[in-house]
């Protein structure tokens, strides 16, 4: 096998015991690798109904095929994949940067990492040794801090460290785990898994080849994709980047707005991306191996948070900013900046922040409560304090929103559920659903739940190719047909940024597979490892009881509270009619039961026969 | 013969480059048949987000290097500048490493000898191929002379405030 490591590492944390053993070529096509293989090792290594925060539950650092190549952004990427202590399902994050490559060269394609070692540890794997580390003198240290120290104290600049900051120390359920400063495995509460084992950090130095299996033909494809990387297909995100979506969605009644109370913002053109760039943004960088760059750093040159230095993308622009209805971009940098000290999700963090907001507004909270902070929509002050008290679990407030909106509007108790916007236990990203609704579906049934990644539903809404006020019958399958490409996406590993550069889609990804690996790859072949791939994290989440048609849900406010803003889309909600057909096509267009569980017949046509059990348990009622 | 303000190395543009590390792994592909920035003759250094430059061997007039050496295991070929390591007379000591302002001597991982950028004259590439893969446009093969003329047109430019290119 070429470009895999063709190993895989295992740690218990607990007895410190550290073995590896060979990845098979058989395992590795039919997963890829990134989240796919992730996900089965997850599926093959945990016991049914084990707590996200148990020792026994597996945190799974994965490379993917490319990585350790100079295949751009496939070259430079790593994966995470745990149970979620947000969603109690499918847990996964991708990262890109620098960390992927080394952990690559060090000569694994997977660490399984399980137990909970005595104290704070962090793990140091130096090619083929591997040592766990004492990291008591790390505790609290930022996650920037952390890698300095890391690196200095190893005596290596080119070391490379992936971290949690103290929120995952402290078991945020929405704690990230970063690497390169500010690179994150940011959804689904992955750093709260690796706090919950006593593990700070993992220190990688790679020093053997990565070699592929044709490399003629490899550079000539590779020397394609970073030609096609200098436009038009990236021009975005090198250019304004993400956050022009700002005026984008805002012109489409779509930036959803203090905790989706309005679906326009009126301080709009103050954190727009055009905004940004013209009075923020010094430099724009980028990952290791990669022809687009897309890391806008901002930096506040003046007021309050003057120094503040930041990379910024859309949705935590907006999560800290129009979500709670925050015109200040130099409170969002500077917000942004300290989320990254954390480490935590900067999706989740802003909807946490607005969904207190939404309470206070309301009186679901008092000012007690908040320890007096005045936490109005619109605060700045407040949005940076309250970020501290929950980075750092302080108070009755802090500690209870650490633990996520799903979580946090049970401890407040009352009216409070209305407010706490998340699918799954897991927070809402940047898009206002009620007004485009085939993101509604597509977030209500992603496996790791609410989330925009898992098959890039907003994008026929946002580009007009559907009516995106209505669910009607056809868009189940949209979300299908994507939902396969996104898993490969993330199985290879390749940044969603690049997708556009794939002129021939799955054509070019199946060769890109092949160059490297000499694995045969067809596009059947691999459009039916997207699917297997999909299968299996819903199995996964019908295991954990998290998988079936009641899970499959959409936020109160979504269903409950018409747009108010005028224009095309005001009084605009998504209706719990329309939601249930669109549910019934997907599931559908899936070959799933009309409970949303995979059918025998389908499980086999993935070649996922021998999970089958869990679909029938859960059809007779049980999980 | 080339004149030694002839010579041409390579040489990054601290306001391009971004630290990408992609002229690494071009190195390491065309000088080693594998992907591994270890075997890099060029290497990239990012100290932070706005801090990233490449560096590698500026085939110095005198070079330090082939000073520092006990062994006399390196030579500057006089057309090129290029450094020349003798494989056979090279123990590892890394003396030539530490004399190196720039970093450029680098110890192979497996040979444990040290190599350096070669410009590429030793693989069927013939032309320094990281200038060829920065996708910055950050590299540029030059002389000291070239280096220095941009520099001198750049601060002429500002002087004026004036759009017109240089002829
Ligand atoms: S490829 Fe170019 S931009 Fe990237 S590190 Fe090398 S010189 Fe800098
Ligand atoms: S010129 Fe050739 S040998 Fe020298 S650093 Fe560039 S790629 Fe490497």
Known sequence: MYAYAGKILRVDLTTGKISTEPLTEELAKQYIGGIGLGIKLLMDNSKPGTDAYDPDNPLIYMTGPLSGTMGPTGGNSYAVVSKSPATGGIGNGESHGFFGPDFKRAGYDAIIITGKAPKLSYLWIDDDKVQIMDAEHLKHFTVYQTDKTIRQELGDFYIRVSAIGEAGEKLCRFAAIINDEFRAIGRSGMGGVMGSKNLKAVAVRGTKDVNVADMPKFREFVKLIYERMKGPATKKYKTLGTPENVLVLNSLSALATRNWTNATFEGANKVSGEYLNEHYVKKIVGCATCGMRCDHIAVVPEGPYKGSISRLEFECLWSMGPLCGVDRLDAIIEAMRIVNEYGMDGISIGVVVAFAMDCYEHGVITKEQTDGIELNFGNAEALIAIIHKIGKREGWLGNALAEGVAKAAEIIGGDAYKYACHIKGLELPGYDLRTLKTAALGFSVSFRGACHLRNGAYSPDVKGKVNRFKIEAGRGKMITDESKMYNIIDSLIVCKFSRGTYYDGWKDLANYYTLATGIPMTVEEMALAGDRIENLARLFNIREGKGTRKNDTLPWKIKNVPVPDEGPAKGVCVNEEEFQVGLADYYASRGWSPEGIPTVEKLKEVGLGDLAYIAEKAEQGGN | ?167
């Open chain 2, 1 to 167: 013969m080339v004149r030694p303000q002839d010579r041409k190395f390579v040489t990054a543009d601290p306001e391009k480059c971004i630290g990408c590390v992609v002229c690494e792994y071009a190195c390491s592909m065309v000088n080693e048949n594998t992907f591994n920035p270890n075997k890099s003759r060029i290497r990239a250094m990012r100290m932070g987000p706005l801090t990233n430059l490449a560096v590698t061997c500026r085939h110095c007039e005198d070079p330090a290097c082939v000073a520092a050496c006990p062994k006399d295991a390196l030579s500057q070929e006089e057309n090129s500048g290029i450094i020349r390591v003798d494989e056979n007379a090279c123990n590892g000591c890394g003396w030539c490493i530490a004399a190196c302002q720039f970093g450029a001597m680098n110890m192979h991982p497996e040979k444990k000898v040290v190599f350096t950028c070669n410009s590429c004259t030793d693989n069927p590439d013939k032309e320094p191929q990281c200038v060829k893969w920065c996708p910055e446009e950050a590299l540029t093969f030059v002389t000291a002379e070239q280096l220095a003329q941009k520099s001198r047109q750049k601060a002429v430019q500002n002087l004026f405030q004036t759009a017109e290119t240089p002829k």
